[in-house]
Nanobody, 115 residues
Framework: QVQLVESGGGLVQPGGSLRLSCVASGSICIINDMGWYRQAPGKEREWVATFTRGGATNYAESVKGRFTITRDNAKNTVYLQMNSLKREETAVYYC?????????WGQGTQVTVSS
């Protein structure tokens, strides 16, 4: 069974930066896409970024140019570098891993952007 553990969330001022990490552990055979989603209070979960198994990266329009997703396959880890954070990006950030027959979610890490 695969488990995902996120870390790196916290309180940051508007314009600040945070780096999130998500480590996959357990019975890992193949991991296809690794990505990040977020859910703000009272809103639906939305996609943020994806790093495909083939090495491609994709971003939501709202974060392009400010967020960077990277992946370390040897460590089964995906990162999200978030720069120039905005108040409205306060949310719980979730890691998602896609395997051939299932996809998995982490427990989430809280990011609060506030002065």
């Amino acid at each position: 069974q695969v488990q995902l553990v996120e870390s790196g969330g916290g309180l940051v001022q508007p314009g600040g930066s945070l780096r999130l990490s998500c480590v996959a552990s357990g019975s890992i055979c193949i991991i296809n896409d690794m990505g990040w989603y977020r859910q703000a209070p009272g809103k639906e979960r939305e996609w943020v970024a994806t790093f495909t198994r083939g090495g491609a990266t994709n971003y939501a329009e709202s974060v392009k140019g400010r967020f960077t997703i990277t992946r370390d396959n040897a460590k089964n880890t995906v990162y999200l570098q978030m720069n120039s954070l905005k108040r409205e990006e306060t949310a719980v950030y979730y890691c998602r891993v896609v395997q051939p027959t299932q996809f998995l979610w982490g427990q989430g890490t809280q990011v609060t952007v506030s002065s």
